[in-house]
């Protein structure tokens, strides 16, 4: 998932997001395994559109 592919308005918020990688983080005891990395990626690309979301509606 590229950022560009996040549809506006179908993005969870980031805190939401947020929450999900400090799970992720936590499940993962601070090292992340290879599918683990790749669900980290995904989970900031989508965290980034939700901040750049909450950013446009502020605006």
């Not at 950022?3 to 179908?10: D, K, L, M, Y």
């Not at 499940?27 to 599918?35: E, I, K």
């Amino acid at each position: 998932m590229s950022p560009e592919s996040v549809t506006p308005g179908s993005v969870r918020g980031a805190a939401e997001v947020n929450e999900q990688i400090r799970a992720l983080w936590m499940r993962a005891g601070g090292s992340l395994s290879t599918q683990e990395r790749t669900e980290y990626e995904l989970l900031v690309i989508e965290w980034a559109a939700a901040i750049r979301g909450e950013v446009v509606k502020a605006a």
